[in-house]
């Protein structure tokens, strides 16, 4: 049960469900946690919210509620002297390396299952029957678990896809992208599961389509371009003869290929004809196949991806692609970031190894409160428990525009190498 608390009532041990800011304006790792110490209370009450969503089935609840616990964690009460000792700058919560890893494995794992029931669905729609899709229900919750805790988890290992799997885990990632964007843009928490199921059922029709064509190394013929482009209609067909499947996920089969400028197909819908949702499937569906290793071309990095996709005029909606772009928290060049081992950076380009992670020029030690001799750090390459942490504005700690310009435009600087 979900409830609004005010500022003022928030206390150790309450289970944050949503913090109503987009990511880069809190100091949090994730927007669902248990409030663990007064540290974090002062830290969402400085980002000036005046209310929180708190799950009382999740932790304690606010006074007056019912069933209300009445300590902290560990049984400890809170009291106001606590606070005051605390330094004025809040330390976020710090993802570890054994948390990472773990992260990581329960991600592959999920991936493995959700890769076999996915199968399992398409061999119905492939076998003429219909398709159940209650059975993903829970594979969507778990999907959406993972997204909330770090997005970037899940979507580096459904990256990593085969050219055989593709046509699966592409379905896994569209509904993982789907529910993460979805998030961005602030939508119930029904719409975000209506969403990832829409997602995961978006390429059901390509059942129909001959796994020769599919598959097929180099360049389609127009008469299997053709075919293929039966694929949207024949998965709504398929879904429409299923039980209960939520209208969402019909259209965003049946327009996922549709343009803004009504140039797609089967419809040629144009935008104004086109529902959010089909809007959004449009630009998950397009990065997730062009950031993917496919039978008939290399993938694109994700900024190399979402740079031509902004240069694509009238395929997508841009000011959405520009939401989803912040969906998936990369980083542009120049922000000053925050990293776990108590320092700050400034993001000098993308990372070559590693799906939306950043190249990092570390200049200021948090904890002596200085500055230090810049070093540069490919995340991809550094231990786990280096990571980027939150956004920092760098006028807080005294640095100036033209200061941070000269660090960026530093040369020879040393490569921290932290495997
Ligand atoms: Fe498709
Ligand atoms: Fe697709």
């Given amino acids: 049960m979900i409830v609004r608390v005010p500022i003022d009532q928030l206390q150790i041990g309450m289970f944050v469900h949503e913090l109503d800011l987009s990511w880069h304006r809190h100091p949090f790792l994730f927007n669902k946690f248990t409030l663990r110490s007064q540290r974090e209370i002062d830290a969402i009450s400085e980002t000036g919210l005046q209310f929180v969503a708190v ?24 009291d106001s002297s606590s606070a005051a000792a605390q330094p004025a700058r809040p330390i976020p919560p710090i993802c570890s390396k054994l948390d990472h890893e773990q992260e990581v494995r329960k991600a592959s794992k999920l991936i493995s299952k959700s890769k076999k029931s ?40 459904a990256r990593l896809k085969t050219k055989d799997e593709y046509t699966y885990l592409h379905s896994v990632s569209v509904c993982a992208l789907m529910m993460n964007f ?21 390429d059901v029709g390509k059942m129909v389509v001959p796994e020769m ?12 371009i053709d075919i293929v482009r039966t694929h949207p209609a024949m ?16 259209d965003v089969c049946l327009n996922h290929h549709e343009k803004m400028d009504g140039t797609g197909y089967p419809s040629k819908l144009d935008g104004n004809e086109l529902s959010l949702a089909a809007r959004m499937a449009a630009i998950c569906d397009v990065y997730d196949a062009v950031t993917s290793q496919r039978s008939y071309n290399q993938p694109w990095s994700a900024s190399e991806a ?21 969906s998936l928290g990369i980083m542009p060049k120049g922000s000053v970031v925050r990293l776990s081992n108590r320092s700050l950076a400034i993001v000098i380009g993308e990372d070559p190894g590693d799906f939306a992670q950043a190249k990092v020029r570390s200049f200021y030690d948090l904890e002596r409160r200085d500055t230090i001799n810049p070093c540069d750090i490919q995340l991809s390459r550094a231990r786990p428990d280096v990571s980027i942490v939150c956004q920092e504005d760098p006028k807080k700690f005294g640095f100036k525009d033209d200061e941070l310009v000269a660090i960026a435009a530093l040369e020879n600087v040393r490569t921290l190498d932290l495997l």
């Fill in 118 to 157: 996915v199968l399992k669905l398409f061999d119905d729609a492939r076998l003429g029957r219909a398709v159940n899709h209650k059975k993903m229900v829970p594979l969507i919750d778990q999907i959406l678990e993972t997204v909330d805790k770090d997005p970037s988890i899940i979507l580096n290992v």
């Fill in 235 to 250: 998965g709504h067909q398929i879904l429409s003869a299923s039980k209960n499947i939520h209208p969402t996920a019909l």
């Fill in 55 to 78: 799950d009382i089935t999740r932790g304690i609840a606010p006074p007056k509620m019912p069933g209300r616990k009445t300590v902290g964690v560990s049984g400890t009460r809170l």
């Fill in 213 to 224: 064509i599919l598959n097929k190394p180099g360049r389609l013929e127009n008469d299997e």
């Fill in 182 to 202: 979805a998030r961005r843009l602030n939508l119930g928490e029904d719409k975000v599961r209506e969403l990832g199921m829409a997602g995961m059922l978006h």
């Fill in 306 to 326: 979402l740079a031509r996709m902004q240069q694509w005029t009238g395929h997508f909606d841009q000011i959405l692609l520009r939401s989803f772009i912040e």
